[in-house]
């Protein structure tokens, strides 16, 4: 562990780095929700370099990269190869430099749900932990507060809330269900990664969840946005086959994908739909949050007016 641990909540600092491609009102709902939350740093990569976004959110507590030719020049190949690693590159380059306590990395479509002041949580967290385990939660289709939020359910208990494809979709889940990192800062030769810490290679550290603290993640909250980000997740993506090993939400989507859009619109309204009949059901096996977001307020409250 780095020494001195920081354990006063009065002067923990923690903050967020994200490399995005999305557009300005999407980065502007993840910023003020964290800003919101507050982030005392949020660096946000810009994988497609945008110099207008930076103009628009300009805030002192918001970093932007433009991951241009320039920042990527004399960078290893294999940094920037794919998306995947881009994330990695650059999370880890904050994480070495940013003088904060605690570095969450996350994407842009995620928000951190906390039942209260994350300085407070983090305090708690013992000395021998290197992170907390941000443990995902998804959005179900909903395009105003409240949003409703859907915990990973068991074999016996998916299949009873959803029916037709829970027998072939773990956790109900159309994302993943692994934990994305809240990593303690100042351990040397760390790469803070996606889904792990990892020190020349190998996983490191021991982490843990905190009771309360959840990743709501906006995965496929409506069936425009599943739609239109099929094709890069079969083909790159959370929906892609990696080092020999079938994706099994990929094949039953490529297999739907045959029998053309309806056929995928099944699938996402029973898996995010939120039907009384599914709320109720999720409810009463414990796998339903519900949170007001308030994402227009807030970034009312953190910039000025937004063009474009």
């Known amino acids: 562990m780095p020494q001195p641990v920081n354990r006063d909540p009065d002067s923990l600092r923690w903050g967020i ?9 999407q980065i502007a709902r993840f910023a003020a929700f964290h800003l919101d939350l507050g982030a005392h740093r949020i660096d946000i990569h810009l994988d497609v370099p945008d110099a207008d976004i930076p103009l628009q959110l300009n805030h002192p507590r918001l970093h932007f990269t433009q991951c241009d030719d320039a920042y990527w020049q004399g960078k290893p190949d294999r940094a920037h190869a794919t998306h995947q690693m881009r994330q990695i ?8 430099c940013s003088g904060l306590d605690w570095l969450a990395h996350i994407d842009i479509d995620e928000f951190i749900l906390t039942p209260a002041p994350l300085p407070q949580l983090l305090a708690t967290v013992p000395e021998t932990h ?10 179900m289709d909903c395009a105003e507060d409240p949003r409703h939020f859907k915990r990973y359910a068991d074999k016996e208990t998916r299949r009873a809330i959803y029916p037709t494809y ?17 990593a303690r800062t100042g351990l040397p030769d760390i790469r803070l990664g996606i889904h792990a810490l990892r020190l020349f290679g190998d996983k490191a550290g021991t982490g843990a969840p905190l009771p309360g603290l959840e990743l709501g993640h906006a995965h496929a909250p409506d069936f425009a946005t599943f739609s239109r980000h099929i094709a890069y997740r079969l083909d790159k993506g959370s ?14 989507i490529r297999t739907l994908q045959e029998e053309g859009a309806a056929a995928l619109r099944t699938l996402h309204d029973e898996l995010c739909a939120p039907t ?12 339903l ?3 007001t977001l308030d994402l227009a307020v807030k970034v009312a409250r953190h910039f000025d007016r937004i063009e474009g």
Request: proline content about 5%; charged content about 25%.
């Open 166 to 182: 829970g027998a072939f979709v773990r956790g109900g889940f159309l994302s993943t269900e692994s934990p994305k990192l809240f």
């Open 289 to 291: 949050r519900t949170e």
């Open 239 to 252: 929906y892609h086959n990696r080092k020999g090993k079938m994706n099994k939400i990929g094949l039953l």
């Open 89 to 96: 590159f650059n999370a880890t380059r904050v994480y070495r």
């Open 130 to 139: 290197s992170h907390v385990e941000l443990t995902p939660v998804e959005m």
């Open 276 to 287: 009384p009949d599914r709320l109720a059901l999720l409810q009463s096996a414990g796998l």
């Open 17 to 25: 780095v994200t490399t995005a491609k999305a557009p300005l009102d």
